[in-house]
């Protein structure tokens, strides 16, 4: 390596089109961008890493696309030498890899799947002077068809050992072929790799929209996976900023807005990662708050003294309230209407547990599909067939089969 160290910055999960309860928040990708950018000129940033997560459907918006596009092309023209980008499960592999030619002349990687041999996923990324700096395990999310060949009578469980084994043989073959890519250049370069997945024990928000990767309970990649060859793992996919079993270098960064009111209060980030002969130095960029976003929860004397108090400020808030008191309230909407009259309040979603749970007292059929996620909704209707305890598992095995089978489609259907 060259004596001065070598920066990159890790960044994931934009999901860029993303709306929260119909409000379109192209403004704040917009404004994300700008001050990601801003970032690599003020951190003089020579490699950025996009760890998947880049759009937020498979079928990205022009909007959306622009964005993109206009930020790659604002790179190109700033100091960071590389950026390597990978596909997560959300992004469209051959979406993404489209303008990958295009794209690799201005020193931008992209890797949507698996190359067709795991040597063309080691990149080596060279200096203005065209010394190798960094080696690139660039792994992006490996989806079960990528990986893992299906078996006549394999039970879920033994399909996801399986599958957490060739994700973990597909890791050890990548750092054994980048060493020996290593081998071959004089300054040694330090080796890195990306990924897009869920690590054993990671911390999830409720409401933040990540969702299980794999079929089954066992679909957690532990920590093990990652060889020690790795100076650092940069990973995507969930979206609170985290280490993985408390190692630095194995590291989320988090998604840069917050995706549902749940993360409101969590102070988001990019990671910036200083390499200098072998040794590594991480730190943690906080990124503005661009929407504010508040949740109220509690009694009505609570909720109106809170929309009060944010009424008196000019700035733009959108806000969830969930109301929990005692009283039965049914006209809570027009309560809420009328304190908030005149101001930059923008309530986009308001629940009236008391008036939820009364009327689910005497019916489930009130409740909307809105307020459950798939998984409740099956679990209702075991409850409701009453199905026996002992069936009760391997019938959620074969129902999350079938939930990942047509979200794999949703991704390929083009």
């Known amino acids: 390596m060259t004596s001065t160290p070598l920066n990159i910055l890790h960044t994931s999960d934009w999901h860029l089109g993303r709306s929260l309860y119909g409000k379109k928040r192209y403004q704040e990708f917009e404004d994300f961008l700008r001050w990601l950018l801003t970032q690599l000129h003020e951190q003089h940033i020579d490699v950025l890493l996009i760890a998947g997560d880049i759009f937020d459907t498979t079928t990205p918006s022009n909007k959306a696309q622009e964005l993109y596009y206009h930020f790659l092309q604002q790179v190109a023209q700033s100091p960071c030498r590389h950026v390597v980008i990978i596909a997560g499960n959300h992004d469209s592999p051959s979406f993404l890899e489209a303008p990958k030619s295009l794209l690799k002349a201005l020193r931008i990687h992209v890797v949507g799947s698996p190359s067709a041999t795991i ?108 060889s020690s060859v790795f100076s650092y793992v940069a990973l995507g996919h969930l979206h609170v900023p985290q280490m993985v079993a408390q190692d630095p270098r194995i590291r989320y960064s988090g998604s840069p807005l917050p995706m549902g009111f749940g993360e409101a209060a969590q102070q988001k980030s990019v990671c910036l990662v200083r390499l200098q002969h072998q040794q590594i130095e991480l730190s943690l960029l906080p990124i503005p708050v661009f929407q504010k976003l508040v949740s109220i929860r509690g009694d009505w004397p609570h909720i109106q003294a809170t929309l009060q108090q944010l009424a008196t400020s000019t700035e733009s808030v959108w806000v969830e309230i969930i109301y929990d008191g005692e009283e039965l309230i049914g006209n809570l909407r027009e309560r809420i209407d009328d304190c908030i009259h005149d101001t930059t309040i923008d309530v986009l979603r308001v629940q009236n547990q008391r008036v939820i749970e009364r009327l689910l007292q005497r019916t489930h059929q009130t409740e909307t599909l809105e307020e459950m996620s798939v998984t409740e909704v099956f679990e209702r209707c075991l409850t409701a067939h009453d199905i026996p305890d002992e069936q009760r598992p391997i019938l959620r095995e074969h129902y999350q089969h079938i939930v990942q089978s047509l979200d794999e489609s949703d991704h390929h259907s083009e």
């Open 119 to 226: 040597e063309e996923d080691v990149l080596v990324l060279y200096d203005a002077h065209q010394h190798a700096e960094l080696i690139v395990c660039a792994v992006p999310y490996l989806r079960d068809k990528d990986i893992r060949s299906t078996q006549a009578g394999e039970s879920p469980d033994e399909k996801n050992q399986q599958l957490l084994q060739n994700i973990h043989a597909h890791y050890q073959a990548i750092a054994a072929q980048a060493e020996k890519v290593q081998a071959q250049h004089a300054s040694r370069p330090p080796i890195i790799a990306t990924g897009h997945l869920f690590a054993t024990g990671g911390q999830t928000i409720d409401g933040d929209g990540v969702r299980e990767l794999y079929v089954g309970s066992l679909n957690r990649v532990p920590a093990s996976a990652f």
